[in-house]
């Protein structure tokens, strides 16, 4: 099942020639999401490959650089034919701006645009086998981040125990997978935890664009395959993403390292190094130990499962 990520937009609030504003497209076994929508957007799409069958949205806060590439992106939908409604989650206090900048410049939609208030700590979107979670950060005006993290997985099945158990091959294989006692022609019953391991656990993905290093994220983030976290500056502008509330290479390494994440991916880049951006990935290697990545604009990456190394 797969779980892919395309980070459309890795620039800050100035875009570069290389870096466009925030937007980060995941798409999980055809479910297409996306996080933050900031200028030239569709565009990404567009080079990306991502297609435009979008199903949700999820804004973290209303910064231009994080929302202005939503008026054209509906109006591409729409002169696309889309006729689905979509779905924009927001945080508390955000929706009224939102409906009016869909609607800018008397545009009015042909399909259903759906603005959802979500809270942190409240789901934003429950489906069968993942949900999307909204949590709290701290930036200078209401904002939160998201965490999509799919159900335990049955455990594996064991046919050689099964068959030497004297269960049939065919759909009583099944049924046992799926939790089921099953019931042999002798009378025997024979319970799923005599022929399934334990369950195992799902993927996560966090997402917490712009925002201080904090300890909720920390929790959230708890054993994370992928981490997607705000380093806007190098450990030299300390005092610079204190002041406008942004994170260094150094910190989002920190809170990955503390959070026991799988992977890093560093975002939301300041203008400042459109140039050179390796400090802030050297002071995120620095502080964290496992894969720490520098993705440009349209870069693909796949996550796997965490048992998929067996």
Known sequence: MSLRVTFLGTGGAVPTTERAPSALFVNREGDRLLFDCGEGTQRGMMRAGTGFGLDHLFVSHLHGDHVLGIPGLVQT???????????????????????????AAGHQPGFPVRIAEVAPGDVALGADDYEVRAFETTHRT?????????????????????????VPVGPAFGRLHAGES????????????RVVGPPRPGRKLVYTA??????????????????????????????RARD???????????????????????VHISS???????????????????????????????????????
């Open 77 to 103: 939908l729409g002169f696309n034919d889309r006729t689905e409604p979509l779905s924009i989650h927001c945080p508390p206090g955000t929706g009224d701006d939102l409906h009016d900048l869909v609607h």
């Open 142 to 166: 209401v904002s939160q981040g998201y965490v999509l993290e799919e159900i335990d997985r049955p455990g594996r099945f064991d046919r050689p125990k099964a068959e030497e158990l004297g």
């Open 210 to 239: 712009d925002t201080r290093p904090r300890e909720r994220t920390v929790e959230v983030a708890e054993g994370a395959d992928l981490l997607v976290h705000d380093a806007t500056f190098a450990e030299e502008m300390a005092d």
């Open 272 to 310: 400042r190094y459109a140039a050179d951006a390796s400090p802030i990935l050297r002071e995120a290697r620095e502080a964290f130990d496992g894969e720490c990545l520098l993705p440009d604009d349209g870069t693909l990456i796949e996550v796997p499962f965490p048992d998929a190394e067996e």
């Open 182 to 193: 099953v019931e042999l022609e002798d009378g025997t019953v024979v319970e799923p935890d």
């Open 244 to 266: 406008t509330a942004h994170s260094t290479g150094g910190e989002a390494g920190g809170i990955a390292e503390r959070a026991n994440a799988e992977r890093l991916a560093l």
